[in-house]
């Protein structure tokens, strides 16, 4: 009978160290969990501040050639206007 307890026992101690094990798993698991989680929403974050500064920089690149574009065809046809009024003026 002495030799039963002994495995029972044995079998007992194995069974708390491999829940115990599984527990410190588990805990390890949530663990890395949480944090590729926090560095995924930091990585997110990050790229979405800079696309939106990528995209706030674009635009007012945009605009600006938008403004020039406008302001060569405004001096373009006060030139032509102007060339018009020379050749009236000569004849």
Same mark, same amino acid.
């Given at each position: 009978?002495?030799?039963?307890? *002994? @495995? @029972?026992? $044995?079998? !007992?101690?194995? =069974? =708390?160290?491999?829940?115990?094990? #599984?527990? +410190? @798993?588990? #805990? =390890? ?7 590729? !989680?926090?560095?995924?929403? #930091?990585?997110?974050?990050? /790229? ?14 945009? $605009? #600006? &050639? ?7 065809? @405004? /001096? +373009?046809?006060? !030139?032509? !206007?102007?060339?018009? &009024? *020379? +050749?009236?003026?000569?004849?």
């Amino acid at each position: 009978m002495s030799i039963e307890t *002994f @495995l @029972l026992e $044995i079998e !007992n101690r194995k =069974k =708390k160290e491999i829940e115990s094990l #599984e527990k +410190d @798993l588990a #805990e =390890k698991k949530a663990k890395l969990q949480a944090e590729m !989680n926090h560095t995924v929403k #930091e990585i997110q974050e990050r /790229f979405a501040i800079e696309a939106k500064i990528k995209s706030e920089r674009e635009y007012a690149r945009i $605009i #600006e &050639a938008a403004k020039l574009q406008s302001k060569k065809i @405004l /001096f +373009d046809a006060i !030139n032509s !206007n102007m060339q018009s &009024a *020379f +050749d009236a003026i000569k004849r």
